[in-house]
């Protein structure tokens, strides 16, 4: 009976010490956690640092693409797969994913989307979409990407990103912060900007004053098909590439006569037309 | 940039009551029920539960089960503070064995809603967004694997991996990315485990 008692406390004892050596390990406690196991190679800091170390590398160009990417929310493993035919396209200098990274927010979602980022060859630029600031999903992404609003100039042409999640977030997109950006002295070829939403129907308006500012191209996302639109009397085009669901990216060719937009799959892309609205 | 966090009175008065009462009713039909075989007081830790999650349990024949718990994070360097709240199914199959005089149950799966009870989550869409435009933030379904041992005749302890709803979407979508990226057949990725003691009446 002793030695029986004994077993059975030892057998307890046991069970308890490898609950606890488990506890030790790093666990779930929710969905809901705000820290995604993201590498720095994600970071908008980062890949600006790695992009001017590729520029000086290189050396001016006249000629370079931009791959357009955008809503890989819920679907990774396509999202992998545009990536990893990005990565085969020589003239490519750099990725932008237009938002909708995640679908919920939550943590797990972020890591996903994070493991095929990591894979990107060229300098990657996130920009946050609606879905990413859902749950604790803005504090995830401050926290592995940086700031929502930025800039960086490439080749002499500036790019800035900024949010305009209006039902997210008060007070977007921050115009006088986009105002200050558009402005400066330096030799520049183009200005483009680039966010989750195109301008929104109720705040047209946005796309007069870009154009004011000196912009030269909106690209965008969460429209879920390609779109090349431009207010027939503003005439600045917004370009919103489609979501990667279906295995589709849009293409930006940068040359010296100007700038051509291309709706592509993983076999072949068709130059896209903007059309007057 | 500020995020607008704090939606309406009236509609942050009407998640608390859902909450509330959805737990309370759900308790009050577990501890009335004189139909359950057995019934039995849980304490998890981990598997998406909570640092702690205590659940009231029945057992309804052999193998099928319902519980109703709460659990609590407190602040931590990566989560906020809230409680959870959780209403699961869960099958034993009958499949035992016996190991140094305890028996040990290789084989149980379930299924749960699983609630986060945080001002920035919502169950009710907030006034701002257009009618359906996104599921309740503070929902969510979760589905779980539980091996247990029975060290005593009222007494077992278990371990649980769970799987939250997109991650089994998602793995059930695109298998190939999962497996491509992660470990154990791509389960690595979407996999969360935790363990718990269970306590028969």
């Given amino acids: 009976m002793f030695f029986k008692m004994l077993k059975l406390k030892s057998n307890i004892a046991l069970f308890t010490l490898m609950a606890f050596v488990l506890a030790a390990c790093d666990y779930e406690v929710s969905p809901w956690a705000t820290n995604p196991d993201c590498s720095d190679r994600v970071s908008i800091e980062?890949?600006?640092?790695?992009?001017?170390?590729?520029?000086?590398?290189?050396?001016p160009r006249d000629t370079y693409q931009v791959a357009l990417i955008s809503d890989p929310q819920a679907y990774p493993g396509t999202f992998q797969d545009i990536l990893e035919h990005v990565n085969t396209l020589p003239e490519v200098d750099f990725v932008l994913l237009t938002g909708d990274l995640a679908d919920t927010g939550i943590k797990a979602e972020?890591?996903?989307?994070?493991?095929?980022?990591?894979?990107?060859?060229?300098?990657i630029f996130a920009v946050i979409g609606n879905h990413d600031a859902l749950a604790f999903g803005e504090e995830i992404w401050d926290n592995v990407f940086g700031p929502q609003d930025y800039s960086f100039t490439y080749q002499n042409s500036k790019f800035i990103a900024y949010n305009d999640n209006k039902y997210e977030f008060a007070n977007v997109p921050d115009r006088d912060w986009l105002a200050q950006e558009t402005q400066g002295d330096e030799l520049r070829d183009y200005t483009i900007v680039f966010s989750h939403i195109p301008p929104w129907d109720k705040d047209l308006e946005l796309s007069r004053e870009l154009k004011d500012m000196g912009v030269d191209l909106g690209v965008h996302g969460h429209v879920h098909r390609f779109d090349y639109w431009q207010l027939a009397d503003v005439q600045l085009p917004h370009f919103a590439t489609t979501f990667t669901k279906e295995?589709?990216?849009?293409?930006?060719?940068?040359?010296?006569?100007?700038?051509?937009?291309e709706n592509c799959n993983l076999s072949r892309c068709e130059v896209a037309q903007v059309r007057n609205r | 940039m500020r995020s607008l966090n704090s939606y309406g009175d009236l509609c942050q008065l009407s998640e608390v009551i859902v909450l509330r009462v959805f737990w309370a009713i759900l308790l009050m039909s577990l501890t009335l029920s004189s139909w359950a075989m057995e019934e039995y007081m849980d304490v998890q830790s981990g598997?998406?539960?909570?640092?702690?999650?205590?659940s009231y349990g029945a057992r309804f024949n052999e193998r099928h089960n319902v519980m109703v718990g709460a659990g609590y994070v407190p602040k931590l360097s990566y989560h906020r503070e809230m409680m959870l709240y959780s209403l699961r199914y869960r099958y034993d199959h009958v499949a035992q064995?016996?190991?140094?005089?305890?028996?040990?149950?290789?084989?149980s799966v379930g299924a749960g809603f699983l609630i986060g009870d945080h001002s920035d989550l919502f169950l009710i869409l907030p006034d701002r967004y257009p009618e359906g435009y996104y599921a309740p933030s503070a929902l969510r379904i979760v589905f779980n694997y539980q091996a247990s041992l029975q060290v005593t005749q009222k007494v077992n302890a278990y371990f649980d991996m769970s799987i939250v709803d997109v991650g089994l979407l998602g793995y059930v979508r695109e298998p190939e990315f999962y497996r491509d990226n992660y470990d154990y057949f791509g389960?690595?990725?979407?996999?969360?485990w935790g363990f718990g003691v269970r306590y028969v009446f």
């Fill in chain 1, 110 to 123: 972020y890591e996903w989307v994070c493991k095929v980022m990591e894979k990107s060859k060229q300098p």
């Fill in chain 2, 97 to 107: 064995w016996n190991i140094g005089g305890m028996t040990f149950k290789p084989f």
């Fill in chain 2, 47 to 54: 598997s998406l539960m909570g640092l702690g999650h205590v």
């Fill in chain 1, 46 to 59: 980062y890949n600006i640092k790695r992009l001017a170390e590729y520029e000086k590398q290189v050396g």
């Fill in chain 1, 247 to 261: 295995k589709e990216f849009g293409l930006l060719s940068i040359n010296p006569a100007g700038f051509t937009l």
């Fill in chain 2, 187 to 192: 389960l690595e990725g979407i996999t969360n």
